[in-house]
């Protein structure tokens, strides 16, 4: 008994002195530790970067002094409101819609519903200019467009282009919010970005990301367009089908690219989307409006892209720039001596080591101005200053109203696959139907005019020339052509010029 009284009397002390000594060493070092002067707060501090003269916010902890966390509301606040939704409706032409004789025959011809695409669009004027895709209102007989307010507008189509996939549309208004616009010669990849779009007639809608790549060519505006050029700007900022024609823009809020693709196995985004780079879209859009129509430059080259077997079969010191494949007999860059090998390496001082990036220099001018080209010939150096022309030869502007406005249409000469598919050797394509004398007589888009009044059609003059010929008041026959399905349609229509 008196053991177990001992026992228990020895664990009871052993408890309270352990007891004790725990709060001892508590107190003590809690102490220690709160005073302790080399601690770290866990507290975030704001930090301001000056970019191209604009601020830029982020936050750093002071113990990763290299992570940070950019804040993007300021370019999304400066863009939502510029971004619209664009509702384009058309009517399916005869070419466009499959019917069944047979029903027909038993029920009637059934009725055509009108199509609808949505895309979005860009206000880059406060009097209401807006700039999307081509591809969003390529057939639209109506456009309507919504603000990011819900104000609802109707919109006129100003003039398209689809070499570039860009078009023109205006509202009627004042005071709208618009954007402004960047530099996309200065954009670097790794850069961030954002696609502002507004798909789903909500609300504008803002996707983050970095500039993957420059001047990328994906092949995708060949089948519309005779002279396409593609120097798309690649993000892996998220954008969807109903983004075409919305704004890519950098920290600042500026606008750097219209929104344009992607490459997707489903159709909806997979990692990549695509833009044209604003500086293009400042010169098409100029264009447009002023002229009615792109004065599209050329430099009278075909070009290839340089890879080490060419280099060493040229015995050049270094791979960089374009390759001169060939030189058109007439054409601006044979004016000048410029030959076959040689490598195009600047185009007004700035780089080009792709045939896309060259494609996009070479676009953003016009026919009859001049520009500083630096190539590499036999590994030297050689400077070139060249007149551009247009595609037809000359350095003169070609304005759209010079046709439209008797006929209510403008063109393009067939390339040299269309010439195959028609098995035809001339033609001029109707690109583009107003009202006016050709819809009348119920000539439509697509169709590729071969003949008037049984003289040849090679080019766009040929048709102003008869047309003038014959003066306002006259009756002329139209000859035309066109694919649909499987077959190829022959018509002749009698066009009484207005």
Same mark, same amino acid.
């Given at each position: 008994?008196?053991?177990?009284?001992?026992?228990?009397?020895?664990?009871?002390?052993?408890?309270?002195s352990?007891?004790?000594?725990?709060?001892?060493?508590?107190?003590?070092?809690h102490?220690?530790i709160?005073?302790?002067?080399?601690?770290?707060?866990?507290?975030?501090?704001?930090?301001?970067?000056?970019?191209?003269?604009?601020?830029?916010?982020?936050?750093?902890?002071?113990?990763?002094?290299?992570?940070?966390?950019?804040?993007?509301?300021?370019?999304?606040?400066?863009?939502?409101?510029?971004?619209?939704?664009?509702?384009?409706?058309?009517?399916l032409?005869?070419?466009?819609?499959?019917?069944?004789p047979?029903?027909?025959?038993?029920?009637?011809?059934?009725?055509?519903?009108?199509?609808?695409?949505?895309?979005?669009?860009?206000?880059?004027?406060?009097?209401?200019?807006?700039?999307?895709?081509?591809h969003?209102?390529?057939?639209?007989s109506?456009?309507?467009?919504v603000?990011?307010?819900?104000?609802?507008?109707?919109?006129e189509? +100003?003039? *398209?282009?689809?070499?570039?996939?860009? @078009? /023109? #549309?205006? &509202?009627?208004?004042? %005071?709208?919010?618009?954007?402004?616009?960047?530099?996309?010669?200065i954009?670097k990849?790794?850069?961030?970005?954002?696609?502002?779009?507004n798909?789903?007639?909500?609300?504008s809608?803002?996707?983050?990301?970095?500039?993957?790549?420059?001047?990328?060519?994906?092949?995708?505006?060949?089948?519309?367009?005779?002279?396409?050029?593609?120097?798309?700007?690649?993000?892996?900022?998220?954008?969807?089908?109903?983004?075409?024609?919305?704004?890519?823009?950098?920290?600042?809020?500026?606008l750097?690219g219209?929104?344009?693709?992607?490459?997707?196995?489903?159709?909806?985004?997979?990692?990549?989307?695509?833009?044209?780079?604003v500086?293009?879209?400042?010169?098409?859009v100029?264009? +447009?409006? *002023?002229?009615?129509?792109?004065?599209? @430059? /050329? #430099?009278? &080259?075909?070009?290839? %892209?340089?890879?080490?077997?060419?280099?060493?079969?040229?015995?050049?010191?270094k791979?960089?720039g374009?390759?001169?494949?060939?030189?058109?007999?007439?054409?601006?860059?044979?004016?000048?001596?410029?030959?076959?090998?040689?490598?195009?390496?600047?185009?007004?001082?700035?780089?080009?080591?792709?045939?896309?990036?060259?494609?996009?220099?070479?676009?953003?001018?016009?026919?009859?101005?001049?520009?500083?080209?630096?190539?590499?010939?036999?590994?030297?150096?050689?400077?070139?200053?060249?007149?551009?022309?247009?595609?037809?030869g000359?350095?003169?502007i070609?304005?759209?109203?010079?046709?439209?406005?008797?006929?209510?249409?403008?063109?393009?000469?067939?390339?040299?696959?269309?010439?195959?598919?028609?098995?035809?050797?001339?033609? /001029?394509?109707?690109?583009?139907?107003? %009202?006016?004398?050709?819809?009348?007589?119920?000539?439509?888009?697509?169709?590729?005019?071969?003949?008037?009044e049984?003289?040849?059609?090679?080019q766009?003059?040929?048709?102003?020339?008869?047309?003038?010929?014959?003066g306002?008041?006259?009756?002329?026959?139209?000859?035309?052509?066109?694919?649909?399905?499987?077959?190829i349609?022959?018509?002749?229509?009698k066009?009484?010029?207005?």
């Amino acid at each position: 008994m008196i053991k177990t009284r001992t026992l228990i009397g020895n664990i009871a002390i052993a408890f309270l002195s352990a007891l004790i000594a725990v709060i001892v060493y508590s107190n003590f070092f809690h102490n220690k530790i709160i005073n302790k002067p080399n601690a770290v707060l866990q507290k975030q501090h704001t930090i301001s970067l000056l970019d191209d003269s604009n601020l830029v916010n982020y936050t750093q902890n002071p113990r990763t002094k290299t992570s940070q966390v950019f804040d993007f509301t300021v370019a999304a606040e400066k863009s939502i409101n510029a971004v619209v939704h664009v509702t384009s409706t058309y009517n399916l032409q005869n070419e466009d819609y499959y019917s069944n004789p047979i029903t027909e025959w038993l029920f009637g011809e059934a009725q055509r519903q009108p199509s609808v695409s949505f895309g979005s669009g860009v206000i880059i004027s406060e009097d209401g200019y807006i700039v999307t895709n081509f591809h969003v209102v390529e057939k639209s007989s109506e456009i309507q467009i919504v603000l990011n307010d819900k104000r609802t507008f109707k919109a006129e189509l +100003i003039g *398209k282009d689809a070499g570039t996939d860009l @078009a /023109v #549309l205006k &509202v009627e208004s004042s %005071n709208l919010p618009n954007i402004s616009f960047g530099n996309s010669d200065i954009l670097k990849v790794g850069e961030w970005v954002l696609a502002v779009g507004n798909p789903f007639n909500l609300t504008s809608t803002v996707t983050a990301g970095i500039v993957s790549a420059k001047a990328r060519n994906i092949n995708i505006l060949r089948e519309q367009s005779q002279y396409p050029i593609e120097s798309f700007i690649q993000t892996d900022a998220a954008v969807n089908r109903g983004n075409s024609g919305g704004a890519l823009v950098n920290l600042n809020g500026d606008l750097i690219g219209i929104n344009s693709a992607i490459i997707s196995p489903s159709g909806s985004y997979s990692g990549y989307s695509f833009a044209v780079p604003v500086n293009l879209v400042k010169k098409v859009v100029t264009d +447009i409006i *002023k002229y009615g129509e792109v004065q599209r @430059a /050329v #430099l009278g &080259v075909s070009i290839n %892209n340089i890879d080490s077997e060419k280099a060493d079969e040229l015995n050049l010191s270094k791979i960089e720039g374009v390759l001169i494949a060939d030189v058109t007999k007439d054409g601006a860059a044979n004016e000048v001596g410029l030959k076959v090998n040689d490598v195009i390496l600047e185009i007004n001082s700035i780089k080009v080591n792709s045939s896309a990036e060259l494609m996009e220099q070479i676009g953003k001018y016009h026919p009859g101005e001049t520009i500083n080209i630096t190539i590499n010939r036999n590994n030297k150096k050689k400077q070139f200053e060249v007149l551009l022309r247009n595609t037809l030869g000359t350095t003169k502007i070609i304005k759209t109203e010079e046709y439209l406005s008797i006929l209510g249409a403008s063109f393009k000469q067939i390339d040299a696959n269309e010439k195959h598919v028609f098995g035809i050797k001339n033609g /001029v394509k109707i690109i583009d139907l107003k %009202n006016g004398a050709l819809k009348q007589a119920g000539l439509k888009e697509g169709y590729v005019i071969t003949h008037i009044e049984n003289e040849k059609i090679t080019q766009i003059d040929d048709i102003k020339e008869i047309i003038n010929k014959k003066g306002k008041g006259a009756v002329v026959e139209f000859g035309a052509m066109y694919s649909g399905h499987k077959y190829i349609y022959v018509y002749r229509y009698k066009v009484k010029i207005e």
